[in-house]
């Protein structure tokens, strides 16, 4: 049973970054990709990125140039960095594995 915890989310002003970690247990990490996915308030829950198996990367429009993935197979982990964050980018920040969701990072963007 796969399971996953978000960590690194807060508070930041527009123009700062973050960098966001998702932990993974109990699944063969390095043979599996890793998507992040973010939800604003009143919002549909929205793709952000994904770091495939192979190692490719894929961002949505909003994160591409701004947003990097990336992971550590020695910890299990996968990373999000956020620079430039805009007060748009404020929502709870997921990770997801196998069809497995993580509980979720709050992000807030003060402007």
């Known amino acids: 049973q796969v399971q996953l915890v978000e960590s690194g989310g807060g508070l930041v002003q527009a123009g700062g970054s973050l960098r966001l970690s998702c932990a993974a247990s109990g699944s063969d990490f390095s043979s599996n990709g890793m998507s992040w996915y973010r939800q604003a308030p009143g919002k549909l829950r929205e793709w952000v990125a994904t770091l495939a198996r192979g190692g490719a990367t894929l961002y949505s429009g909003s994160a591409k140039g701004r947003f990097t993935i990336s992971r550590d197979n020695s910890e299990n982990t996968v990373f999000l960095q956020m620079n430039s964050l805009k007060p748009e980018d404020t929502a709870v920040y997921y990770c997801?594995?196998?069809?497995?969701w993580g509980q979720g990072t709050q992000v807030t963007v003060s402007s």
């Open positions: 997801k594995q196998q069809g497995v």
